[in-house]
């Protein structure tokens, strides 16, 4: 979303979104695989520090060929406008990419936490930050 021309994004941005990047989820894997014990018992996999949306596009933005949106649309319109989407999804069976459950769920905070793991003794290895930047630079030779 952020890659080439952002136009606008959704709401003020101030939720948090649990993200984890591939590094972390072998990583914590591997961790979990030493800790196995009789019995049922499950961890979170998620990146620290835990972030809210705008921080989350602010890391992307900051490398080369993505850049930050130039509006901002409240949710409740953006929701709104989704509901005018939902009629012709609804009336045809078509999947559009703009409806309202997606532009709630833009919305919405997915904010899960690994402390459980982490008390166990796991420690990320890898920064945020690195992450982002490496799915970015993968993302842009992708696309080149």
């Known amino acids: 979303m952020l890659h080439k021309r952002p136009w606008l ?84 069976s078509i999947d559009l990419p703009v409806n309202s459950d997606r532009m709630r769920k833009f919305g919405t905070a997915t904010h899960f936490t690994a402390e459980k793991i982490r008390s166990a003794g796991f420690v990320q290895k890898q920064s945020i930050e690195q992450s982002i930047t490496e799915m970015c630079d993968w993302y842009i030779d992708s696309v080149n």
């Open 9 to 92: 994004t959704i709401g003020n941005g101030k939720h948090i979104k649990s993200i984890v990047s591939l590094t972390t989820v072998i990583d914590m894997i591997r961790f979990a695989i030493t800790q196995i014990k009789p019995g049922y018992e499950h961890f979170n996999c998620i990146d620290e520090p835990y972030i809210t949306l705008s921080e989350l596009m602010q890391l992307i933005a900051n490398n080369q060929g993505f850049s930050m949106p130039k509006f901002k649309v409240p949710l409740s319109l953006a929701i709104a406008i989704g509901f005018v989407f939902d009629i012709p999804c609804k009336l045809l």
